[in-house]
């Protein structure tokens, strides 16, 4: 493994108190979004020691245009988006022993009040935010994802609770970063600036499908070592 997040419980998964001590020990680490066995297991195997279950699976494996209209039923983490309106829903869901992650910024179930994606918490607004954050630690959420907000506000925000934040889009200060695996890979058409493409993985598979259906159309495919007597 990579991740000093997972030394010395290799022999099991990753819990909340794990990523609590991280901080204490101001330790960063990496988080990826996942929807299926096989990329779990490959960004298990490469030291990623959390997987974000999300809402991102909307528009980037089901075809949606944006998040609003996925259902539980098709993603299985609770993250709640927002501050003051969602206190009571993380009280209850910690009350009944559920671990909650709040969210604050930009939050793609609201986008359209939000007028776009668009940075939040410029200005004055940004004081909104840090209250809203330090409500949230209260309520009794483990983390708090941070997403496209000025750098400085979320310094300010990290420094100022004691529960994990995790960036995207928020800058290097966080305790943790998260990124859509489909943006890191580059299997998205054009990643967002938040993003940087470690890979572009849209034109390899590109490559590799054409080469196969002109072998198809070309007779060379299934070829002796694919086919049996």
Known sequence: MNTSLYAGISHRRVTVLDIAAAKERGEKWAMLTSYDQMTAEIFEEAGIPALLVGDSAANTVLGYQNTIGVTVDEFHA??????????????MLVTHGIPVIGHLGL????????????????????????????????????????ELIPSDLATRIT???????????????CDAQVL???DLLGLTAKSPKLAKRYLEL????????????????????????????
Do not use: M
């Not at 609770?78 to 009280?91: A, C, D, H, M, S």
């Not at 849209?202 to 086919?227: C, H, K, M, Y």
């Open 78 to 91: 609770v993250k709640l988006e927002g501050g003051t309106r969602v206190l009571p829903q993380i009280e």
């Open 202 to 229: 849209r034109s390899l598979i590109g490559t590799a499908v054409t080469e196969w259906a002109n072998d198809v159309s070309s007779g060379e495919f299934p070829g002796a070592d694919q086919s049996f007597e």
């Open 180 to 182: 859509v695996w489909q």
């Open 159 to 173: 420094s100022s609770i004691s529960i994990p934040t995790i960036g995207i889009g928020a800058g290097k200060s």
């Open 107 to 146: 939050t793609p179930q609201s986008v359209h009040t939000l007028g776009g994606y668009r940075v939040q918490g410029r200005g004055g607004k940004g004081e909104e935010i840090i209250r809203d954050a330090k409500a949230i630690e209260s309520a009794g959420a483990f983390a708090l994802v941070l």
